[in-house]
């Protein structure tokens, strides 16, 4: 497969269908391989992959070095308050010193939008956007899309409600790019204030009624309140949010039946999602995006591995 970014996976944009499809073939078939424990173990036998991760993160940080040491990389994970980063070290220095030691890949999650690609022209290492900003989650729209696909034998043609905080979300970003790129409908559905005012032209439709929003939809994708990044004032409060935009089962029941219920977590239950719908084991997928998370990444990294600069 051609790569249309050449050494770096930065974002979603400028992915064809058929670029999305062979990541999504590749990780498919290492979601069979890791239920059956038998992944290729030396395929990335030494090579060096570090993760640096600027923002707190469980499931994504621990999900890359899985898919790492299930490939046989050696995996470092830099903790970002006890390195030189907590002594006044900019990003670029880092990045560097990272350089120096010649790592192969490097993984990194940043709070400024552009973080990544500031690294990838910097660095000989193949850099993997793990989160930057509110820019692009690469992984994760992919992850969410092998959920997707699993399910339902394809992507095309289905109806997809992302619903919440979309105006601070690379979740939204990433995943409103994959799936207008595979033929999906996208529906936002949020109040006005967490809904971008741009949000049409990435080709994603508004809707500030949960109700009218989830009616008849395919697949349910609800996202966390990132308080961490609002100003005060954009939402009444947590209980007020919920009445109004909160998944619950009678809402839930709007959608098609056995429509799918997603969140890429933390999960704020009673918050955006009632415990009822999240731990609903006919609907909810949560748990198996962790799963496909780990496939995922092992397929990126296996393919961005292969196209490293050499020295």
Known sequence: MDNPFGQHFLGI??????HIESLLDRADNYAL???SRKTPRTLLRERTLITLFFENSTRTRTSFELAGKRLGADVINMSVSTSSVSKGETLLDTAYTLNAMRADL???RHSHSGAPALLAQKVDASVINAGDGMHEHPTQAL????TIRRHYGTLSGLTVAICGDILHSRVARSN???LNTMGCKVRVIGPPTLLPLTITKMGATPYYSMDEG????DVIMMLRMQKERMQAGLVPSSREYFRFFGLDRRRLNLAKPGAL???PGPLNRGVEIDSNVADDPAQSVIQEQVEMGVAVRMAVLEKFSQIKAQP
């Open 261 to 263: 219920v997603m969140h």
């Open 106 to 108: 490097l993984v990194i």
């Open 176 to 178: 409103i790019l994959l």
């Open 33 to 35: 391989l890791n239920r």
């Open 143 to 146: 992850l969410d899309a092998l």
């Open 13 to 18: 944009e400028g992915l064809s269908p058929h």
């Open 214 to 217: 989830i009616k008849d939809v």
